[in-house]
């Protein structure tokens, strides 16, 4: 059975770098061609895609939130992390991985996610 967990810290003070962690199980992260990819959801609000990593290690980002995201992958021990630096309140959300076997660069196809982890609430406050 394919899981993905994420985790991290539920609490950031605003500037400061949010690390988080996605790890997987029941598959290999390297096998096959797949794209992991972290999304997260505001209170209130709908699913913002944040970036995208492939099997090869090419990643993409959102325009909007490029210059302070960086997401890398450890194939020993099947985890995808998410760094997002200079967070600001607006940064509160529930933060999710999820694995698609396109480049969807986007949540307009959410179906196309097949696998999803159960998300983590992270919120940015002094």
């Known amino acids: 059975q394919v899981q993905l967990q994420e985790s991290g810290p539920g609490l950031v003070k605003p500037s400061q770098t949010l690390s988080l962690t996605c790890t997987v199980s029941?598959?290999?992260?390297?096998?096959?061609?797949?794209?992991w990819t972290w999304i997260r959801q505001p209170p209130g609000k709908g699913l913002e895609w944040m970036g995208t990593?492939?099997?090869?290690?090419?990643?993409y980002y959102s325009p909007s939130l490029k210059s302070r995201t960086s997401i890398f992958r450890d194939t020993s021990s099947k985890q995808i992390t998410l760094q997002l630096s200079s967070v600001t309140p607006e940064g509160t959300a529930v933060y999710y991985c999820a694995r698609s076997k396109e480049l969807l660069q986007g949540v307009n196809e959410g179906a196309l996610y097949d696998y999803w982890g159960q998300g983590t609430q992270v919120n940015v406050a002094s």
């Open positions: 029941g598959m290999s992260i390297t096998a096959n061609w797949d794209y």
């Open positions: 990593i492939a099997t090869s290690g090419s990643t």
